[in-house]
């Protein structure tokens, strides 16, 4: 389905627009983005009692085909950061389609030789990255595949402070956020040496160290902590806790250092790392709440943060010009962060989805 032309308007509702609530404003939106003139209305939404927000973003997940960010749609993630694939073209097929989820990928990530991964008997030589002589190649591949952002796993096995930082410069070089997969307080540590752009996950061996987090504080490092992840994650392992995921997360707030709301979705892991795409968003803002961000910034942290620093310039807030990505809620998340999973109807784009409370 197209984004229609006939003009919408929704009247009557509490709207969020990304920034602050505002009262009974009329929004409307025609060819798939939002406009400043409600007149002419061909359909009218009465929306009294209902809350506005823009759609949501999910700063991390793993998409495999349209059925996934169908699912994501379904629940107001209406735009995804797929934070590793090996079928980068397929998604890039699914990229603006409409009435489902849009969609960016980082590609392949780098990694280190000896890991989990590129130890399996196959592994392309040129995806590994083993010193910092292999920067420049694997970033120029990725580029040339059409990655949007680049991706490092830093491991027990590596890589090297060094090539992480040949990393970290060459995507600086070629307007590249780099972004760095790291699950314990030495990856971070090594990532924030680097100074790369984004960290995704946080420690679950130790609580991160005043000293990293004032650092991160300095170079502007932001973070995606995927504490749903990192729940479910420790539920499974005795070897950590999540209670140093969440100490964490609370330090790096209390820092200024901005969080992202991303749930690492992935049909393929396994066990108890299995995340499901859409209604996990609930959940990770709900632990962001817990780790001390207000409801006010935890929606922030999925919806402008993330718009404005992706680069995604044409959504994340609800104004004039922007894309008609919206999610209309029974209940007043700011007053219950819960109530994120109130979801009466959704907007990709300006085309009507499916939501999981859709009574029409």
């Not at 600086?172 to 307080?185: P, V, Y």
């Not at 991303?262 to 499901?276: E, L, Q, R, W």
């Not at 959940?283 to 942290?301: C, D, M, N, R, T």
């Amino acid at each position: 389905m197209a984004p229609t032309h006939v003009k919408v308007a929704i009247r009557n509702a509490v709207v969020f627009d990304g920034y602050r609530m505002q009262i009974g404003k009329t929004i409307a939106f025609q060819d798939g983005f939002i406009v400043s003139d409600a007149t002419d209305a061909g359909t009218v939404i009465d929306a009294h009692g209902a809350f506005l927000l823009p759609g949501l973003i999910d700063c991390h997940a793993h998409v495999h085909g349209a059925e996934d960010l169908a699912a994501m749609a379904r629940h107001g993630v209406t735009t995804c950061l797929d934070m590793g694939t090996k079928d980068l073209a397929v998604l890039q097929a699914l990229r603006g389609g409409a009435g489902i989820c849009d969609i960016r990928s980082a590609g392949i990530p780098a990694m280190p030789a000896g890991s989990r991964h590129t130890s399996k008997p196959g592994f392309p030589r040129r995806l590994i990255v083993a010193a910092p002589g292999d920067a420049k190649g694997f970033i120029a591949d990725r580029i040339a595949d059409g990655a949007d952002y680049i991706k490092v796993m830093i491991e027990h096995e590596g890589p090297t402070q060094d090539t992480v930082n040949a990393l970290a410069a060459e995507a600086r070089s070629r307007q590249r956020k780099i972004i760095a997969h790291a699950t314990t307080s030495d990856a971070v540590e090594k990532a924030v040496e680097a100074m790369v752009d984004v960290i995704t996950h946080v420690p679950q061996d130790r609580a991160l160290s005043d000293d990293a987090v004032s650092k991160m504080k300095a170079s502007g490092t932001v973070v995606v902590p995927t504490l749903v992840k990192m729940l479910a994650t420790a539920a499974g392992d005795p070897t950590v806790d999540y209670a140093n995921s969440k100490a964490s997360a609370t330090s790096m707030k209390e820092a200024g250092v901005p969080l992202l709301a991303g749930t690492d979705a992935n049909k393929h892991a396994s066990g108890v790392g299995k995340i499901s795409y859409g209604d996990s968003m609930f959940k990770e803002l709900e632990l962001l709440v817990e780790a001390g961000l207000s409801p006010l910034e935890a929606i922030q942290s999925a919806t402008a943060l993330p718009a404005s620093f992706f680069g995604l310039q044409d959504r994340g807030v609800i104004e004039s010009g922007k894309r008609a990505d919206l999610i209309l809620l029974s209940a007043n998340p700011l007053e219950a962060i819960s109530s994120m999973s109130s979801v009466q109807r959704v907007w990709c784009g300006g085309v009507p989805v499916e939501s999981i409370g859709a009574t029409t």
